[in-house]
C-alpha cells in the first residue's frame, strides 16, 4: 500500500509559480513511476506529467510542456511539480498518483495506470 499526500496548493496571479510537492508513505516509493493529474471544474481528470521510478524519464502534456517541471527525491519520498508561467487555464485541484512496483513502463496519461491516489490539492490562477 501507498498513502500519497499533496501540499504546496494556493492562489497565485497569472505568470506566477507554485511547486506542489507529494509525499508517500508505505511500500517502495523508490520502484513505483509517479504521475500528476488534474480535474478543473466540470471536467475530466486530465494527466498533467509523470516520472519513472528510476527518474530517468518524464513524460508531459502537450499543455504544460515548457513551463511545468517534474521530479522526484526518492530518499524523501517525495515527488514534486514546479509549475512556471502559470495561466487562468492551470485552474484545477492537482492530484499525485503511484503505480504498482517497478511497473513496466507506458500509457502514463491513463489514470488506469495508477493504483494509489492523494486526495488533491487546490491550485487558482487569477487573471
Known amino acids: 500500500q501507498v498513502q500519497l499526500v499533496e501540499s504546496g496548493g494556493g492562489l497565485v496571479q497569472a505568470g506566477g509559480s507554485l511547486r506542489l510537492s507529494c509525499a508517500a508513505s508505505g511500500r517502495m516509493f523508490s520502484n513505483r513511476d509517479m504521475g500528476w493529474f488534474r480535474q478543473a471544474p466540470g471536467k475530466e481528470r486530465e494527466f498533467v506529467a509523470a516520472?519513472?521510478?528510476?527518474?530517468?524519464?518524464?513524460y508531459y502534456a502537450n499543455s504544460v510542456k515548457g513551463r511545468f517541471t517534474i521530479s522526484r527525491d526518492n530518499a524523501k519520498n517525495t515527488v514534486f511539480l514546479q509549475m512556471n508561467s502559470l495561466e487562468p487555464g492551470d485552474t484545477a485541484v492537482y492530484y499525485c498518483a503511484a503505480t504498482s512496483e517497478r511497473y513496466s513502463g507506458g500509457s502514463y496519461g491513463r489514470m488506469g495506470t495508477y493504483g494509489y491516489w492523494g486526495q488533491g490539492t487546490q491550485v487558482t490562477v487569477s487573471s
Open positions: 516520472i519513472t521510478w528510476r527518474g530517468g524519464s518524464t
